[in-house]
């Protein structure tokens, strides 16, 4: 852990970054010399240094489509999971999709600040291994996709510090095992993406790298903790990324950002060597799963890693084969309208019905409202057990060199809830969460139909509304629900928010001081125009299979 | 949690003990007068009070089966599978078969004191209600089973106690999910059986019951914690029962009276609601599993509960069904003869070499000698995890009545390792315990074949020697190491002590404290006449349905 001032910490981050530009560009340089000039002069998120937010655009997504050459475009503005086909036919070499990525996510990364650090050495070395064994490699699963990590994940000979500069000096010496994964079946890391400080955070500030912004609406937050892969997925700079999840750090940012992602069960995939404060807690464990534009893509994903029988390298993962499901009976979705907590906002409560009534002409779907069960009580229970060390961890890692605390960090680290716990303490909450559990299983089970057929899945809210202005994204509810029990959630997109039709209720009367506050930040429509809404399909444990099978039925409504 | 005198407290749990014998004889009288009076002159392992262990006969198993009446043996020495077939077949009637095994039972525990609880109302209800559906139940897969359940298993409007006087006012209202699966799958507990104090014991010696004896011996120990369950199986007294185990609880008992048993994987069978010291903390988790002199029963009770989807009961539980294994290839197993800390004995060195011997005779079997990876290290983890209070829930159950520390339990909470611990110390000790789990998946898998074939099982020492002398089965190593790594160990029965060929070998050189002391125990093999000498199979996480197909072959050897 670095000791020296947090500032001299924060340049040498930029460096790292803005070497990695340069170097991005040498080995990969724009054809035409106007595309430099455009990149130059595009608005920036990053600023000088890491406390100075930039200038981005109100609208990025715009620019960067109207200002990224269409030969890029060509290649990236494919379904990935389209494009992966025609790697795997030959149509354009590994090499020729990696440099249309990375000038994608230059550009990208310019406009909302979602790149960490570029990786055109490596991910150089990857491609042309790749292009020079076609035949014999043209057969993996995911050959020749460029894909992003998210920073906490270890990547060989780079410093893993999940935002905090403390770590600057953390350099691994080997890749986590989901990447090795992911490297044998023909995929490999091009960016590491930004992650915000100490993690826990549904946005994505930190002094390594500033902030990312969405790309649909710069005053909105591009969600955390796995922002910079929401941000980068969304504006389709890359194919597919790597997050982890928590409390909804993949969560929010795939709805933030208007694409999928999965929290999968703990268990299903490996992350046990992913880098975070806390390490060795495991009152609630974190896991790992995809976000991208494609559900296709994340289904291979997700089996491709499966079909590797990762328990075999990782001892968290278990040995659950990835089996696609078929349905012989109505599929039964619950609709959980609201969490009686926080309720949500106009766009996500339109988004909710307007799915539902779709869902309602399908001759094999049957539909239930599903009630919330304490849900209250599940926030008081996973709060509780977040920080078993008060905090003290993460606020070491910034008092080493004096690193600031941010806004959001501070929120959450002074919660009631947010203290040193004795052992009993610990214990008294995980048997909380165990009574908790069993409760919420047994409530769920009690909308499977009279013959007993089960209760496939319920669709949520994945947040009280869309994304959030920054540094006011405080209401976990919708999200760490699922952690504490442990069920596997599908963000799917839902469309948009429509300014003419979601108009503030000011006639609603809140519930709770959280409710009133997620309640004034919903000050107008116009504010969070451009917003994507998405919403989450939420399954009993280890059933991902299913949920991407009910995923490609809501795509297609 | 009650304060009273722990003196009161233990005439109060032994009229518990002398009402349920009277009960029981007036429910299920002896048809003979003569039976009466012999059971009256049995050599009792109980004494007049908990401190007195009575007068046992030295070899209770003789005494057992010399005195006990033969229509009683003619069901009850029976294999339990076979008998469960004539069960189904109607051969005998439930109550019948209840009958049999309620006496052989009184007599195996005035014999051993194996029994914490009889239950006659309880199942005579439950035989009655079978006999009168018995075209509708008798498909059921257990139908008609009389069976053991450890006193900690929670059972509906009795006091849970784990041994420790001060909850014998934890009365629970319900069954624990498991004990409702078996009835639904038609077999029903009969007894309650015993368990020592605060459970953390490789015997079983309370306040609550005084001391079980091995059948085989006396002058040694059932093993524990699940010592009832061991004892009253290895006597004969029961089809199959419920242990637990969370460092050899399961597997010693099995292994110091001759039986089978399986330490399963965690999440494998419900026991969330199961009753402990220390409930609460998760660094290291307890498991359920079965205790029988069959292996066929033991398959199908395991076959029945997962059949029955106990991961929609118990959220602890994971969806893995049960699956038969068919080996297309020959079966790879290793075999651990030491752990080099502490070296196995005479008698369980000799029955190593033979199961050795014996299955290189097999065409479809491979064997390769598989090396420890750091077991010593494993110790020190989990030793570290067991009591992260430093042990003070396991001492306040003791204060709150003045009931005086067993010598085992004081002994375990003397080590080193236990002192209580800061949240980062937990952390740390995590991080080690995930870290091993690690490293010991990569040493057990280098023993692949070269084409990348499995290493299917490893046969390794369950206890150093047979069966302890009381109070000194002191060396958890040979057990604790696979609750470390969550890895499923079947118990098997393999041989017995050879007074002849199992010396103690005066030329050893105890490698450290512990292997001396252990060494030491070992005085002369008369000393141990009459041990049954068992042997453990261990596989990786979730493959208990190859142990039981391995199983088969070392039975049939």
Not at 73 to 93: C, F, M, N, V, W
Not at 251 to 276: E, H, K, Q
Request: charged share 25%; glycine share 6%; hydrophobic share 40%.
């Amino acid at each position: 852990m670095l000791t020296e001032n947090w500032k001299e910490l924060a340049d040498k981050a930029v460096d790292i970054y803005e070497e990695s530009v340069k170097k991005t560009l040498e080995l990969f340089p724009f054809e035409d010399p106007k595309t430099l000039e455009v990149f130059n002069s595009l608005p920036s998120a990053r600023g000088k240094t890491v406390t100075d937010f930039g200038n981005p655009a109100k609208v990025p997504i715009e620019v960067y489509l109207e200002s990224l050459p269409d030969k890029v475009k060509e290649i990236t503005e494919k379904d990935p999971a389209e494009l992966l086909k025609e790697l795997k036919r030959g149509t354009y070499s590994v090499l020729e999709v990696l440099e249309s990525y990375f000038h994608a996510a230059l550009f990208a990364s310019k406009l909302v600040n979602c790149v960490y650090e570029f990786l055109p050495v490596e991910a150089l070395a990857f491609a042309k291994a790749l292009d020079a064994a076609f035949d014999e490699s043209k057969d993996l699963p995911l050959y020749g996709l460029p894909i992003s990590i998210k920073e906490m994940i270890p990547f060989k000979n780079r410093p893993i510090t999940h935002g905090s500069l403390c770590y600057l000096d953390r350099v691994v010496d080997y890749d986590a095992e989901i990447v090795k994964i992911l490297l044998a079946k023909g995929a490999f890391p091009f960016v590491r993406t930004t992650n915000p400080q100490s993690l826990m955070m549904l946005e994505c500030e930190s002094y390594m790298h500033g902030r990312t912004v969405n790309p649909f609406n710069s005053d909105l937050t591009c969600g955390g903790s796995s922002g910079g892969e929401g941000a980068i997925n969304g504006i389709h700079a890359s194919t597919v990324g790597l997050g982890s999840d928590i409390g909804g750090s993949i969560r929010c940012p795939a709805a933030f950002n208007g694409i999928w992602g999965m929290r999968s069960t703990v268990g299903r995939l490996p992350c046990a060597d992913y880098f975070s404060c806390q390490l060795g807690s495991e009152s609630i464990l974190s896991v790992t799963g995809p976000l991208t534009r494609s559900l296709d893509l994340l289904e291979i994903t997700m089996k491709s890693i499966i079909d590797s029988k990762p328990w075999l390298v990782d001892p968290m993962c278990t040995a659950i084969p990835w089996k696609p499901v078929e349905f012989n009976k109505k599929i039964r979705i619950g609709i959980l309208h609201t969490d009686e907590v926080v309720t949500p906002l106009p766009p996500v409560a339109r988004a909710l019905k307007e799915v539902e009534s779709k869902l309602l002409n399908l001759v094999n779907v049957e539909l239930v409202e599903f009630k919330p069960f304490e849900h209250q009580k599940a926030m008081e229970i996973i709060s509780s057990l977040y920080f078993e060390d008060g905090g003290a961890d993460t606020k070491s890692t910034l008092t080493a060199t004096g690193e600031p605390m941010c806004e959001q960090t501070s929120w959450v680290l002074s919660k009631d809830a947010v203290k040193p716990l004795a052992v009993p303490e610990i214990w008294k909450w995980n048997l909380a969460k165990q009574a908790y559990r069993k409760a919420y299983l047994k409530h769920w089970l009690s909308y499977n139909d009279a013959e007993g057929g089960e209760l496939d899945a319920v669709i949520a809210p994945v947040f009280p509304g869309v994304a959030a202005k920054h540094r006011t994204a405080k209401y976990w509810g919708y999200t760490a629900q699922w952690n504490l029990l442990d069920y596997p959630v599908l963000v799917f997109p839902a469309g948009k928010i429509d300014t003419s039709l979601d108009k503030p209720d000011t006639s609603y009367k809140p519930l709770n001081d959280m409710d009133k506050f997620v309640y004034e930040t919903y000050d107008s429509a116009e504010s969070f125009a451009g917003a994507p809404v998405n919403l989450g399909l939420v399954g009993l444990r280890n059933t991902e299979e299913k949920l991407i099978e009910i995923g490609k039925i809501l795509r297609d409504l």
